[in-house]
């Protein structure tokens, strides 16, 4: 177990809702990154943020949004739902900001839109 | 942008047999790392490597980083029914703008038969 954990496990939403989901990183870890892993893929990188700030970003739309707490804990907010956002959302405390070292994942959230 | 490709997509091998999946970026990579995704489960970190050329082994796996920093390889030697899974590689593009951002290749998956 990495002692990252994520809440909800499983959601299920409607086309056009908003949803919120929730990290606590590895105790020690001040970056947490967040990524969304469809069927069958690789998980692709939604942002990063480290010491409460966002430090990096992929190919998602400004309604993938995203905090970092003083505890280091994480959300990812994502609005106006679409059905293509059906996925598993994985995020990955590690240490170190900018440059990536080895990530320690969470179970998990299977995020369901319909 | 980057893009990081994995052949194969898919390998079924009998228990005892070696498996080699390999990793190829688009751009020259500053570290690649190496991940494995048990079915249902999230991504575990296995390696980092670093410098051109770099060769890490463990135990019965060996990782390799390419001259160029564009490929990698992940060899395992006499599969066991545990090995089971999808083995990702992740890289960071050398002198990126995204700080952070790991892209993941779509696997391998690995299935043993005993």
């Known amino acids: 177990e990495t002692g990252v954990t994520q809440s909800p496990t499983h959601l299920i939403k409607t086309r056009g809702q908003q949803v919120t989901l929730r990290c606590s990183s590895q105790?020690?870890?001040?970056?947490v990154s967040w990524y969304q892993q469809a069927l069958g893929q690789g998980p692709q990188f939604i942002f990063q943020y480290y010491r409460e700030e966002e430090n990096g970003r992929g190919n998602f739309p400004p309604r993938f949004s995203g905090l970092q707490f003083p505890n280091y804990s994480s959300e990812l907010n994502v609005n106006a739902l679409e059905l293509d956002d059906s996925a598993l959302y994985l995020c990955?405390?590690?240490?170190?900001?900018?440059?990536?070292?080895?990530?320690?994942f969470g179970p998990g959230t299977r995020l369901t839109v319909t | 942008g980057q893009q990081v490709m994995q052949i194969p997509q898919y390998q079924h091998v009998q228990e005892g047999e070696d498996f080699t999946t390999y990793c190829n970026s688009s751009t020259t990579l500053s570290n690649i790392q190496w991940y494995k995704q048990r079915p249902g489960g999230h991504p575990v970190f296995l390696i980092q490597?670093?410098?051109?050329?770099e060769v890490k082994k463990q135990k019965r796996l060996t990782f390799q980083f390419g001259e160029a920093k564009k490929n990698s390889s992940l060899h395992i030697t006499a599969t066991q029914t545990t090995d089971v899974g999808t083995y990702f590689c992740a890289g960071l593009n050398a002198g990126g703008t995204s700080y952070g951002k790991l892209t993941f290749g779509q696997g391998t998956i690995l299935t043993v038969h005993p």
């Open positions: 990955a405390s590690s240490l170190g900001g900018h440059v990536p070292r080895e990530q320690y």
């Open positions: 105790s020690g870890h001040n970056t």
């Open positions: 490597l670093v410098k051109s050329g």
